[in-house]
């Protein structure tokens, strides 16, 4: 553009000999290289050729007796040419500048998109997709060329497209961020997709179009669905265990009661659950040293009772107590102790113990044997 507006001075200086009253005429047209240097160039530039028109159309009227233009007539054209030169580069410059930073900004913002694990995609009020990025081409083999201007229901099966777009209409309704599951295809079969989409806003607040963030979630949605068939599978197992099972959390409060517990127990697990284990199954003449030691084990990690089968009173629903035998084991969770302990009624045992006790001292009273 440079070369081009030297040439153009050349031509205007050219012209001022063909044309018959040329003055004006040719003051006017040295602006135009004037400001083609000035936008390509910039202030310094667009001042040179402003110095330089001068310089020719001062040569030319010295040349030109006819039509020779006076002192103030040049410092007038010369005060223009230069204010034009200056100015226009100058704002020319500010605008380049200007555009340099969004195109800047620009390639910044799509670096960062293409390189996200994040699919995103920026739709108009109208669900025509504006921009995507590089995984929603990868994920769904569409190039941003084929999916600009299409909607959801040109890329996606319908009954995908309706849910996609309800979503789109809710965040435009609502005009704040929102976050949904959502189902669309994708290699072996349907992903799951957590997606975030918010608003995007022209100056005076309005929506005028939907930003959608997506992550897939399906590893975690399946690891999810076999953590509670896992659990599921581990609550049958419990409630058909022959042992009662209860778990306590480093609180004291009961968090599992299966049951066998039940049966043991006389309550309900919906009757327990949350609440102190002591309050429930320990006599009250024990329930100090429960929580003494309670709390030096959450202190020290060690327990006299943790890991070994013990025999201690319990207390049913209707108040009379009864022997039981327990194991207890500590296993470390987030936020620190589960105390899962197995335990059954031994109070037959028990009987059975007393009275082979009490036979041992009637035969011993009669001389020890038969043949006494």
Not at 65 to 88: C, D, K, N, Q
Not at 235 to 260: H, K, P, S, V, Y
Not at 346 to 364: D, N, P, W, Y
């Amino acid at each position: 553009m440079v070369g081009a507006g030297c040439l153009l001075l050349g031509a205007v200086f050219a012209l001022g000999f063909v044309n018959s009253n040329p003055n004006e005429a040719v003051a006017v047209l040295y602006t135009l290289p004037i400001a083609l240097i000035a936008v390509e160039v910039g202030a310094v530039g667009g001042i040179a050729a402003a110095l330089v028109a001068l310089a020719l159309f001062g040569f030319w009227s010295a040349l030109d007796s006819a039509h020779h233009v006076g002192v103030l007539g040049f410092l007038t054209r010369g005060t223009v040419f230069v204010l034009l030169g200056g100015l226009l580069g100058h704002f020319a410059a500010k605008l380049r500048s200007a555009y340099d930073v969004v195109r800047r900004s620009e390639q910044q913002l799509h670096a960062i998109l293409d390189n996200s694990s994040a699919v995103v995609a920026l739709k108009d009020s109208e669900g025509r997709y504006v921009m995507v990025n590089r995984m929603f081409e990868q994920l769904f083999k569409l190039k941003q060329d084929e999916v600009k201007g299409k909607t959801d229901h040109d890329l996606f099966p319908r009954y995908m497209a309706d849910a996609f777009r309800a979503n789109d209409r809710r965040v435009l309704k609502e005009r704040c961020a929102l976050e949904f599951e959502e189902i669309a295809p994708g290699e072996h079969g349907q992903h799951t997709y957590l997606s975030v989409k918010f608003p995007l806003r022209d100056e005076g607040g309005a929506p005028y179009g939907v930003c959608q963030m997506a992550t897939d979630i399906t590893n975690r949605k399946e690891a999810e669905r076999q953590l509670v068939e896992s659990k599921d599978r581990f609550r049958q197992i419990l409630d058909t265990a022959q042992e009662a099972f209860i778990a306590m959390n480093g609180a004291g409060e009961l968090t599992a009661w299966n049951r066998a517990a039940e049966q043991t127990f006389g309550w309900p697990s919906e009757k327990v659950l949350g609440r102190p284990l002591a309050d429930v199954i320990v006599p009250e003449r024990y329930r100090e040293a429960h929580w003494r030691g309670l709390e030096k084990f959450m202190k020290t990690g060690k327990g006299p009772i943790m890991n070994k089968r013990i025999e201690l009173m319990a207390l049913h629903r209707d108040g009379h107590e009864f022997p039981v035998e327990m194991t207890v084991t500590p296993v470390r969770v987030r936020g620190g102790f589960s105390f899962n302990a197995f335990m059954h009624d031994i109070s037959a045992r028990k009987q059975v113990e007393q009275e082979a006790v009490k036979l041992s001292a009637v035969t011993g009273g009669n001389g020890g044997g038969p043949d006494s």
